[in-house]
């Protein structure tokens, strides 16, 4: 069982986020990768862990990618602390901006509808 990003996976549950797992093992890299889908309502951010192991079966981060809200291009963490400090500092108001620009369009929407 994968115990990566333990410490992440709490803070999102004590704030409200619902998170997936998924495992895959590519076939022509060494890495292995971990894939984990979270948000509140809709499951549109994503960490991709890239990890390997240590000669002594430890398991070893090498790069953590996070894209919120479908971003192009990731933020790339080579620790779980680096992401924790990122995702305190950023994550809620971030959602905060999401949130008002879709309140935005739906209202653009249901105003050019009525006219």
Known sequence: ?????????????????????????????????????????????????????KWTGRQRINEID??????????????ESELLHYLEEHLLSHEAKVQAREAKKSKEVTDGASK
């Open 66 to 79: 996070l894209r919120l809200h479908k971003q192009k291009h990731p933020r790339i963490f080579y620790s």
């Open 1 to 53: 069982m994968l115990i990566i990003l333990s410490r992440t996976k709490q803070y999102l549950r004590k704030n409200g986020y619902f998170y997936k797992k998924e495992y895959m093992r590519p076939l022509l890299t060494p890495d292995n990768i971990y894939i984990f889908r979270f948000g509140r309502d809709r499951l549109d951010n994503r960490l991709i862990i890239r990890y390997s192991h």
